[in-house]
């Protein structure tokens, strides 16, 4: 199982209606590649982790990267993983504020300013980003069946 995980900017604001909007139609293609992740959308920024079979998440974001929507993607984690994070959602959204985003961080970073742009910049980004998504998902996500 591949698993990635990208930021970027979007151009325009995006709304909760944007979000959903943009997920309901994912959620489908992604569906038919066995690609499942999540997206959220941080003070103007995109970050995304998605997983399935390594060809199919780099044709798929082959296809995101090409999107006029957002700009200045980076790629910040790739790993092979034993079994999925996201086995419920083809593709999950929530929509954070920085606040939010604080609480979701462990605890030695409460005090700091957090952005997704201090974030990354921190030596240890990459751990502390995939403990946020897990602890998103587990505290403000619905399960929605989909991979057994
Ligand atoms: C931040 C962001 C994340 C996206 N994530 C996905 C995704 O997970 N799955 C997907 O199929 N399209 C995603 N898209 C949309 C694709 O970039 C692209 O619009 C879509 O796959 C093209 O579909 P179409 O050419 O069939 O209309 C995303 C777009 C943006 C801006």
Known sequence: MYQLIYISKSVLYFSKQDLDKLAAKSSVSNQN?????????????????????????EQL?????????????NIIKEEYLEQRE???????????TKSHLKLFLP?????????????VNKTNHRDLINSLFIRVRDNLLLPRSYIQ
Request: charged residues 20%; proline residues 3%.
């Open 107 to 119: 605890e030695e970073h409460i005090d700091e300013p957090v952005g997704l742009p201090s974030l």
């Open 61 to 73: 974001m082959h296809q995101i990267h090409q999107d006029e929507r957002h700009y200045s993607l």
């Open 33 to 57: 590649l066995g690609i499942t992740g999540m997206l959220m959308y941080i003070d103007g920024e995109f970050m995304q982790l998605l997983e399935g079979n390594k060809s199919d998440v």
């Open 86 to 96: 996201f086995s419920n959602w083809a593709m999950a959204t929530q929509l954070m």
